[in-house]
């Protein structure tokens, strides 16, 4: 069975600042890797996904992940962080191009003016 | 709106009484999903459909929750008996075939008093 951990829980960063948002997997196949944030009363909206290829993928409002097959990670990257992007991080992993997703406890970003 | 769509968005009940929601998917995508969310927590796993068909249970359904998809459009979530232990956000997600995003509904919270 798949799983996914998320090994910070909080993170506080000042605007402008670059970001890392960490995920670990464990999946015995290729796995199919997604990152989706949640702001406060809101459901989830996904950011990037990767499924083959490239191991740097692009995402929406300027955020990045790095597939690394040896450290089985899935990291988030933004090189410049805005207040707006404060808001709770999943990273999830899936089979079959997605079905049936494990998500990570979550990471909930702060963002210091 | 043509996004995924949940209803009711909160709902209060005490505890032994039976609630519905309903979700009504983008309506060309053929695969629907539940997943439950407690606080602090990533999203898990309830059940999936594949137009009308349940393909897919989690051990977290219990004989208690029961999900419905009758004519391969929108679809029901009944919980029975409610317990205290089910309060949680109910969040219902499609995608079309071939890929891979999953379009998240801004959930159903219950709480069970």
């Known amino acids: 069975a798949q799983s996914v951990t998320q090994p910070d829980i909080h993170i506080t960063v000042s605007e402008g600042a670059s970001l890392e948002l960490r995920c670990n997997y464990s999946?015995?196949?290729?796995?199919?890797l997604f990152w989706y944030v949640q702001s406060p009363g809101q459901g989830l909206q996904l950011l990037l996904k990767?499924?083959?290829?490239?191991?740097l993928v692009q995402g929406i409002k300027g955020f990045e992940a790095e597939f690394k097959r040896s450290q089985s990670s899935f990291n988030l990257r933004k090189p410049s962080v805005h207040w707006s992007d404060a808001a709770e991080y999943f990273c999830?992993?899936?089979?079959?191009?997605?079905?049936?997703?494990?998500f990570g406890g979550g990471t909930r970003l702060m963002v210091k003016p | 709106d043509t996004g995924v769509s949940q209803n009711p968005r909160h709902k209060i009940t005490k505890r032994g009484q039976n609630v519905t929601f309903r979700c009504d998917p983008i309506?060309?995508?053929?695969?629907l999903y539940w997943y439950r969310q407690t606080l602090g927590q990533g999203p898990e796993f309830l059940t999936y459909?594949?137009?009308?068909?349940?393909?897919?249970k989690s051990r977290l359904l219990s004989d208690r929750f029961s999900a419905e998809r009758p004519k391969g459009s929108f679809s029901t979530l009944e919980i029975q008996r409610t317990e205290q232990g089910d309060s949680a956000m109910y969040l219902c997600?499609?995608?079309?075939?071939?890929?891979?995003?999953?379009?998240f509904g801004e959930g159903s919270r219950l709480t069970v008093l």
């Open positions: 997600a499609s995608r079309s075939t071939g890929t891979g995003e999953l379009f």
């Open positions: 999946y015995g196949a290729t796995p199919y």
């Open positions: 990767y499924f083959s290829g490239d191991t």
């Open positions: 999830a992993v899936g089979t079959n191009a997605g079905n049936m997703l494990t």
């Open positions: 309506s060309e995508h053929n695969r």
């Open positions: 459909f594949q137009n009308e068909a349940q393909l897919e």
